[in-house]
């Protein structure tokens, strides 16, 4: 049976395929940048600020060369290798995502939005669950330089993921109605997520494997 679109349900499917006219960027042009250009300016801005930081962490590393690796062999590089993979999994749910609201499969399309926000829900326990162990060694903000850095590195993407999740809902949010759906939202959504995957990866690298 199919459901009258636009009355606050899930997107149904007619003949095994969404009706995708309803989207409000269906008919524009495909552009080669996804999402809005002030996303893209975050990105930019996100990626220079993280940069320099992992410059003035690299510094500070072969200052103190010893202390850093005595430090960093307390962090359990199995919880970083997960929390790299949760996130890399969110970040194909979240390309699915969208390739399936450009296709107008919106049921699809909410799926793999959910799973995403799922993923990044599991990384957020495990890296408390993470600083919990951390802290019960006693490895705190104060202990040395290293942790630090560890700490402050960690918390600033954890509030990137929690931010991340309003943009999610905001994505939700625009795929649930055929009246206020928008393609350019959605991908604009996808780009912040993707960018906060990509800061992880060098926090990633620099924490737990650089020696």
Not at 39 to 55: D, G, H, I, K, N
């Amino acid at each position: 049976m199919t459901n009258i679109a636009g009355a606050g349900s899930a997107p149904d499917e007619v003949d095994g395929r969404s009706v995708a006219t309803d989207t409000k960027d269906g008919d524009k042009p495909a552009k080669f940048v996804p999402g809005q250009p002030d996303m893209w300016a975050f990105v930019l801005f996100e990626t220079l600020l993280f940069t320099s930081y992992w410059v003035v962490y690299l510094i500070f590393r072969t200052q103190n060369h010893e202390l850093f690796l005595q430090s960093q062999a307390d962090l359990d590089l199995r919880i970083g290798v997960f929390n790299t993979i949760v996130l890399l999994s969110s970040s194909w749910s979240v390309a699915r995502c969208v390739q399936a609201s450009r296709e107008g499969r919106f049921r699809a399309a909410l799926t793999n939005a959910f799973l995403t926000i799922f993923f990044g829900f599991v990384f957020l326990v495990s890296k408390m669950f993470e600083w919990i162990k951390e802290i019960q060694m006693g490895n705190t903000f104060t202990t040395n330089e290293f942790f630090q850095h560890y700490y402050f590195l960690t918390s600033i993407h954890f509030l990137h993921v929690l931010i991340g999740f309003v943009v999610m809902g905001v994505v939700v949010y625009q795929l649930w109605s055929p009246a206020r759906r928008s393609q350019q939202l959605v991908e604009t959504g996808a780009t912040y997520w993707h960018t906060v995957d990509f800061l992880w990866v060098p926090i990633f690298a620099l924490l737990y494997v650089v020696r």
